[in-house]
């Protein structure tokens, strides 16, 4: 079975210290990386400013997007973060505090290798707490009006498959990579941002890259590639796409475990994605609200399900019934865990609970319903029919799945019933079932 990296958070051992020219603002700029308590993330804060304010760097404080990802709290701005975010997340680091004196980091080479060397000058260092992931459960994806597509799919590491495709399909460049360390800092760090010719003059038009240069970016005019020095890689734009969608997503606020598919990426659909994840995440991981129990006999604890069921291990598929309303309607509950026998098969390294389990919890509530209607407990209900049936949501271990039954028809050994399972709120399955009462 599959279980999450026992491994711990990381942060820097001590503060490290780089100089340059920011890349659109063309202000000099001196950013500063600190070492960060557990569960600290990364934190932007601008020493330039009254009161040193910091900002999160978390996908809900994205506003703006223009060739670079902005960082926007109250009235504090911060530019283009991606390639130092990149580069921490890249190389393992969980918190860090990122101090500048300017609104924009220094762009250097235009890849991640000047930050690189500035994580190592500082030193990584284990801290005392488990790491804490952004699990994907199921997919995530974003599709602009300009064509791109991005995907993030279940995945026991962090992948990329990264297209990118330039003006009139130019220099269209593929390449799939699992993320760690070793790879990030030899394979995509040293890939330097570029810009297509024709988009030079509109960026200058708008006050942007006024630190920009052949030093420190790529400039494509047709097929010409002009910079101060040959290409790195072959592949270097779509390996600078994957150093870009690293940073972005780091904006998560955790490390990922999925598996990214990307077709022409760029900051605005890598930002959507980071804000879709989020939003994804957050449900997943919010407590369930406590269910109002009603006090009284209708309340039943699985001891008293089992004294109206039948069933037993492994096939009793309702743990309490928490509520009814009238003789019609009951909800139940079932704590999946991944001790079911079923995740064994269904499925290794990805445990989804059966649609067909859970249209068996439904039949075992409206079951339940039925016979305290009609008195005949300790009968067992046998499916005639089930119609309607949809799947919407998979249900993973740690979900609390409730199951919502009413009685649309019902007579002495017969009943319909309209049934539904929600977890978190969201319906996950449902159906129409038809089913009848029979004498042991």
């Known amino acids: 079975m599959f279980t999450l990296p026992m491994q711990k958070q990381h942060t820097l051992a001590g503060p490290a210290s780089l100089t340059g020219v920011s890349l659109h603002t063309g ?58 975010l990149s580069a921490l997340t890249g190389l393992g680091v969980d918190n860090a505090l990122i101090e500048m004196d300017a609104n924009e980091p220094p762009i250097g080479d235009g890849s991640g290798t000047p930050y690189v060397a500035l994580i190592k000058k500082a030193g990584i260092v284990e801290q005392d707490a488990p790491r804490r992931y952004c699990e994907i459960r199921e997919p995530v994806a974003i599709q602009t009006k300009n064509g791109s597509i991005l995907v993030i799919l279940p995945d026991t590491k962090f992948r990329i498959s990264c297209t990118q495709a330039g003006p009139n399909g130019n220099h269209t460049q593929y390449l799939s990579l699992e993320i760690t360390p070793e790879v990030y800092e030899h394979d995509i760090a040293p890939a330097r941002t570029f810009v297509h010719y024709e988009d030079v003059e509109p960026l200058m038009e708008k006050g942007l890259i006024r630190g920009g240069s052949l030093e420190n970016a790529i400039v494509i005019r047709d097929n010409s590639v002009l910079s101060k020095e040959p290409l790195r890689f072959p592949d270097e734009f779509v390996r600078h796409k994957i150093l870009d969608i690293i940073g972005d997503l780091t ?121 305290l209607n009609t008195q005949n407990s300790g009968k067992i209900g046998y499916f005639m029919s089930a119609d309607e049936v949809k799947f919407r949501k998979p249900v993973f271990p740690g979900d609390t799945l409730f199951i919502h039954c009413e009685l649309t028809r019902s007579r002495k050994t017969m009943a319909r019933a309209a049934c539904s399972c929600t977890v978190n709120g969201e319906i996950v399955s449902e159906g129409i079932l038809l089913f009848g009462l029979v004498s042991e």
């Not at 202000?27 to 993330?41: I, M, N």
């Not at 009284?296 to 069921?309: A, D, F, P, Y």
């Open 251 to 371: 904006l998560v606020g955790r490390p990922l475990l999925g598996h990214v598919v990307a077709v022409r990426p760029g900051h605005g659909p890598n930002t959507e994605l980071a804000v879709a994840i989020a939003k994804e995440h957050a449900k997943m991981m919010a407590m369930i609200p406590p269910a109002r129990l009603p006090v009284g006999e209708r309340v039943l604890s699985t001891t008293e399900i089992m004294k109206i069921l039948p069933h037993r291990y492994p096939f009793l598929m309702v743990d309490r019934i928490v509520a009814f309303e009238g003789d019609t309607k009951c909800t139940g509950v079932k704590s999946v865990t991944i001790n079911e026998p079923f995740f064994q098969g269904h499925f290794p390294n990805h445990p989804v609970m059966p649609g067909v389990l859970q249209v068996e919890a439904m039949a075992q509530v409206a079951s339940i319903l039925m016979m």
């Open 27 to 84: 202000e000099k700029v001196t950013l500063t990386v600190h070492p960060a308590p557990v569960d600290y993330g990364f934190k932007f804060r601008r020493t330039d400013l009254k009161d040193r304010p910091t900002i999160d760097a978390l996908a809900a404080n994205v506003r703006t997007v223009e060739r670079a990802t902005t960082l926007v709290e109250g009235n504090v701005k911060v530019h283009t973060v991606e390639h130092i």
